[in-house]
């Protein structure tokens, strides 16, 4: 596949909650394998040191500059100041864009604790991101619904675009709110057709693990998509949703 590629989700580090680890070196040698030009990289939910995790982030940007790029993803059971001060260091650092995990880190979007995120993601005018799909009740859709009419300036990313379970809400609201958008990974190709043929404009190529990208890849290009969709998709999309991003 020659088009450009920006992988709107993927990790690195190591997860308490999931068990997971990803490596520098297993990161960019699945990129370099599928010629994904740039990675939006963020901590898993469960990092032993988000701190630490989110300082590699930032050195990995450095080192591989215009093709690592941080989305900031910490715990918000915390002060709004400390929150918020935390997020600014990471923003002001390069980084691109907030994270919630609704399981990994605890979190209804509707809870008093989860509205600091919003109000961080207002005040830096970055995207959201927000998991979904497994881990109801937390994780449902339909949950930032009131946040997104709420906070309409938001982008908000339906991460795995309810995971396939609850894509079908996932498509409703994206088709219903401007500002809620779907990230693909993890949905089966049969979830993403209806998607890119009602809102190409709102689909972003997401990977989530190395080892899942070829697997994410195959998917999109067995939809058969007119070129110019399918460019929307692997990378104009988020080009223009994560402004800071050069390729």
């Avoid at 994206?174 to 809102?199: C, F, G, R």
């Avoid at 110019?228 to 949703?241: E, I, T």
Wanted: hydrophobic share 40%; proline share 7%.
């Amino acid at each position: 596949m020659s088009m450009k590629i920006i992988d709107t989700h993927s990790h690195i580090g190591y997860c308490r909650v999931f068990d997971l680890e990803v490596s520098e070196e297993a990161l960019i040698k699945a990129m370099n394998e599928n010629n994904i030009q740039v990675s939006i990289v963020q901590p898993f939910p469960g990092a032993p040191n988000p701190i630490e995790t989110h300082d590699l982030i930032e050195k990995l940007s450095r080192k591989y500059p215009k093709r690592i790029y941080g989305l900031i993803s910490l715990n918000p059971h915390v002060e709004e100041d400390v929150y918020i001060k935390n997020v600014e260091k990471y923003i002001k650092l390069g980084f691109v864009g907030i994270k919630v995990h609704t399981i990994g880190h605890a979190i209804h979007p509707l809870v008093k604790d989860a509205e600091k995120i919003w109000i961080a993601a207002k005040k830096f005018k970055v995207p959201l991101m927000v998991h979904s799909g497994l881990g109801i009740p937390f994780a449902l859709p339909s949950n930032v619904v009131p946040r997104a009419e709420e906070y309409p300036e938001v982008p908000i990313i339906l991460a795995h675009a309810g995971f396939g379970f609850y894509s079908g809400e996932a498509l409703l609201l994206a088709k219903k709110y401007e500002n809620i958008y779907l990230e693909t990974s993890w949905t089966s190709n049969l979830d993403l057709l209806p998607m890119v043929q009602s809102i190409p404009d709102k689909v972003l190529f997401g990977s989530d693990v190395p080892e899942n990208i070829s697997v994410e890849l195959s998917k999109i290009k067995s939809l058969n998509l007119p070129e110019n969709v399918l460019q929307k998709v692997l990378c104009d999309n988020a080009l223009k949703l994560f402004k800071k991003i050069t390729i």
